[in-house]
């Protein structure tokens, strides 16, 4: 048992060295850090841009605060140090308008609508909404408390397909967890999340998904230590090559 | 068992002067575990209230919360008992490793729990599947699996609780009861257990209180759908994204839940004691 | 064949070595005396079937308990033995007249008829007004009754008595003795009674066995072994002087030097006792009639109740037990030279 507890701890240890050392290795070159905060869905992507930002400008050091967008919303307005802020819904980076935190006008930069998630062998051969609405499918979806949720919400009152789901999750990774454990036969889960998946689940597209479409906004924040390095970031993600990234990812690019 | 202290002892300790490197510490984590507390109930939004706590959703969440917690409290009883018997009072070769293997839940971040019981137990996992396929039975997104959840992490809980007390209690008078031409069941059930008791029902509050606050394990294991799973930890999380103010009274009920059934308990609890 | 208690016991655990036989007759009380770790308790435990033997056989008239021969054990629970253990073990949360009925209960006796009977023993014992009392709300005394009660009430063939004297204070201890032995002679199966005191085991015993490391040093009826100790151990508990020597007639050569003269005659190895009363102490060699007289050295002076025993080394090396005033008159201290007198009428000589 102690030595158990001891193994954990110096798992933990060994883990929060790893993770800080490279930043600090970086920070003593004297480069200059531009802090992303941003939603989750935008990891992958995110951590693709800030590598090629860094490729162009190796002055500067990206780094990112990945989280629930109304999770960040409120740091910023309540003076995190960040450069940028990437909102996975207008109401979100509204908040942070509304207290003049953002410098400019956000922009639309990228889209992201919901997909079935089915487990690689489609077990119950799902192939669309309506298919959700058999009583014997094991359904996972999001809370219609959460923004995922809402969208589900939205795409099924649009299709007018009744489901009963199993479980309302609190957010879109409990609901890809249980479709790639194989415990539910469908998901509704955004694109981007399926394409993470890396081939663990399988998505299917539906007409309906066009009505329930999450849009994701980006601006510099007003009080930022490095607006130049904010500027260059945003810049980037909405070049060629940053709507490239994303778009890979699975988000649609306007 | 807490022996009435004597007037004398009180005396003693409220005269020696606590010294500072123990007292000041000693204030600042009281103040660490009660501020919160405190901070919740001055948060709360209390003229929503009586509005909020008889919603139906509130009430069916906490239903649930209690009768999963209390079957949870019951499985736990049921097998966790017989187990610390088994620990506490028999031979067996590995007897150390299966006690830290009991304990290895309490370590366990119940997330991790929450995958390990839908490997076992899930629609695919290696018992489940035949669960499913012989009987039709799946077990994640049933109040059963909550139940199942709260057991994995809170039994541990009860199993050390138990198994102290029967470690603490003299195993001659089993010997006694024994001579006296009682069968070994007879022996557990009538003096054992009872001498026991004590521990029972301290592992049974801890049991219980543990069961009740589950979240990681739950979430994982059963999913969340109202009324069926959503208990009310899993409710306060979600409440937390879209209506805080729903959330800090849900918090508060789960408080006042807490500390009422450890009141309760704690009472009858030294009153059972011996003699 | 007799309904009496037949035993061979041969237990090895850890470095002790316990072999032991014992025979008890129906109606009889056999004590088993000796020092602690002498091996008492575990050869009670073996009867019982708390210890199992490493060799033996134990049986109560034609019912086998264990024999090691035919690989049979019959476990404690089915022997039907009662037993009282030396601080009682009474169930703590159950009531005086539970705890009583609790044998007839695990024998599949009814509630009510088990409840009445353990009544009509505890009436018997004289605690009936205590019957609804926990075991914490009573005496020492009264608990050591009710467990008493409770071995007797399933009515065993066997009663094994595990000191069950020891935890009581000096003047509770005889009024519960002389109880005991009321209810022995009530008693109509075999007992066997542990102790250390030879007090408890001279009231109480028809015949005692003294253990010794395991071993079975003496026995006989208490009279025999009070009069005649066959090892150091029996003589100071029972409180003679027991030397060791080669007799011829009614000189006795002895081991340690120096020689006594004896009223009996014996020829051979043999035992020389006698009590320290009969030891008188002199300051100059005495004249008198006594036949044994020798130069010793005072050792140590203890104060009894109204005399004082003085150790004297010899040889032979001997206790005395003078008046206070003599010890003053002969100026009795650690170190004073002393002589020693016994009359040859107050030792006894058996044979060894």
Known sequence: MKKMVGLALLGALAAGCASEEEPADKAGEQSRQVVVFAAASLQESFEAIGTEVEADHPELLVTFSFGGSSALAPQIVSGAPADVFAAASPATMQQVVDKDAAAGEPVLFARNRLQIAVPPDNPADVDSLDDLADPDLKLARCAAEVPCGDAAERALAAASVEVEADTLEEDVKGVLSKVELGEVDAGLVYRTDVQAANGKVKGIDFPESGKAVNDYLIAPIADAPEPDGAAIFVEFVRSERGRKILSDAGFDVP | ?275 | MTAGLTARMRVRRGGFDLDLDVAVAPHQVVALLGPNGAGKSTALQALAGLVPLTDGAVAVGDRRFEDTAGRLRVPAERRGVGMVFQDYLLFPHLTARDNVAFGLRARGVARRTAHAKADAWLERVGLIAYARSRPGALSGGQAQRVALARALVVEPDLLLLDEPLAALDAGTRIEVRAELRHHLADFAGCTVLVTHDPLDAMVLADRIVVVEHGRAVQSGAPSEVARSPRTDYVARLVGLNLLRGKAKGHGVALECGGSFVTRDTVDGSAFVAFSPTAVALHRSRPDGSARNVWHGRVVGLEQHADTVRVQVDGPPPVLADVTTAAVAELDLTPGAPVWVAVKATEVSCYPA
């Open chain 2, 1 to 275: 068992m807490p022996a009435s202290t004597s007037p004398d002892h009180r005396l003693v300790a409220a005269r020696a002067r606590p010294p500072l490197p123990l007292l000041v510490p000693g204030l600042l984590a009281l103040g660490f575990l009660v501020l919160p507390l405190l901070g919740l109930a001055l948060r709360a939004p209390w003229r929503r209230l009586p509005d909020l706590l008889t919603s139906a959703q509130v009430l069916d969440a906490l239903r649930l919360s209690l009768m999963c917690a209390l079957l949870a409290t019951l499985l736990s009883l049921l097998l966790g008992v017989p187990l610390a018997w088994l620990l506490a009072r028999t031979d067996f070769p590995g007897r150390r490793i299966v006690r830290a293997l009991v304990t290895v839940p309490l370590v366990l971040p119940p997330v991790v729990g929450g995958v390990a019981l839908l490997m076992l137990l899930g629609r695919r996992g290696v018992v489940g599947q035949y669960l499913d396929a012989w009987f039709g039975l799946s077990l994640p997104f049933t109040t059963a699996a909550v139940v199942l959840a709260e057991a994995f992490v809170a039994m541990p809980f009860l199993v050390i609780a138990v198994e102290g007390a029967l470690q603490a209690t003299d195993s001659r008078y089993e010997t006694a009861a024994a001579t006296l031409g009682a069968s070994r069941w007879m022996v557990f059930w009538r003096v054992t257990l009872p001498m026991a008791a004590p521990g029972v029902v301290a592992g049974s509050v801890l049991c219980f209180a543990r069961a009740l606050g589950e979240f990681g394990a739950t979430i994982t294991f059963a999913g969340s759908f109202p009324g069926v799973t959503r208990t009310m930890p899993i409710e306060v999380y979600l409440r937390l994204q879209s209506d805080p103010d729903t959330a800090i009274v849900l918090s508060l009920l789960l408080l006042a839940v807490s500390v009422l059934v450890l009141a309760m308990l704690r009472d009858r609890w030294t009153r059972s004691g011996l003699t």
